[in-house]
């Protein structure tokens, strides 16, 4: 089956700076990758998703690129915020029926002001 | 308005006894999972249902019931509890042709 790995498992960055978490996937099938923000006590939350027809995609300050040849992608967040302090996850699915996706292994960010 | 709500939020029982948690989707969502979240945050999916029916049955205890008696609704039924099933129940939903998920905020079960 899928194996998602992500690196670093903890990230800390001065506010303003940029932060960058990197994710491999092992199954070439897969073909969707979202990110999840996930907050102290809450449930994980779509952040950015891309698909395996698109190389980057960007929305306001965060973006999230795709080498499929590789088979990874990242996630980069410019000019952090203390607000973007949360774990980060990356996953993978490949579509098939129940659209199960496989995440990594998450990412502590912490932005000090 | 919760598009995905899940009760209880925390739910602490003894070994050896049996607890239910309880899922609803007010999203229109065709496809529901459960997935259990450890100590280190690992998210591991345990069950995926598609208009009422199983697709996905992760190699999880048969002590683990899901049941959908309805495409809005995925509840987890839990035999026998053990001490490892401590960790944080996650329900979500997705529509089949969005992969996206829309997790609810969690059930804290502790096993004592």
């Known amino acids: 089956g899928e194996n998602v790995e992500q690196h670093p498992s903890t990230l800390s960055v001065q506010e303003g700076d940029s932060a960058v978490i990197k994710c491999t996937y092992s199954?070439?099938?897969?073909?969707?990758f979202p990110w999840y923000k996930q907050e102290l006590g809450k449930g994980p939350q779509l952040i950015i998703d891309i698909r395996s027809n698109v190389g980057e995609k960007k929305d306001q300050r965060i973006a999230v690129t795709l080498n499929k040849t590789a088979k990874h992608f990242s996630l980069h967040i410019t000019e952090t915020q203390p607000e973007d302090s949360a774990v980060y996850f990356c996953a993978a699915s490949m579509g098939a029926a129940g659209n199960k996706l496989t995440f990594g292994g998450g990412t502590r960010v912490l932005v000090k002001p | 308005d919760t598009a995905v709500s899940q009760t209880p939020k925390y739910l602490v029982t003894q070994m050896g006894n049996d607890k239910s948690i309880k899922c609803e989707q007010n999203?229109?969502?065709?496809?529901m999972y459960w997935y259990k979240q450890d100590s280190k945050k690992f998210l591991k999916i345990m069950f995926s249902y598609n208009n009422k029916e199983l697709i996905i049955n992760e190699t999880v205890p048969n002590r683990f019931s899901p049941k959908s008696p309805d495409k809005a609704h995925l509840n987890l039924h839990i035999n026998s509890l053990e001490l490892g099933d401590s960790a944080v129940y996650f329900c979500a939903s997705s529509h089949n042709r969005v992969k996206g998920y829309t997790f609810g905020s969690g059930t804290r079960l502790t096993v004592v």
């Open positions: 999203l229109g969502h065709d496809t």
């Open positions: 199954d070439s099938a897969s073909n969707y």
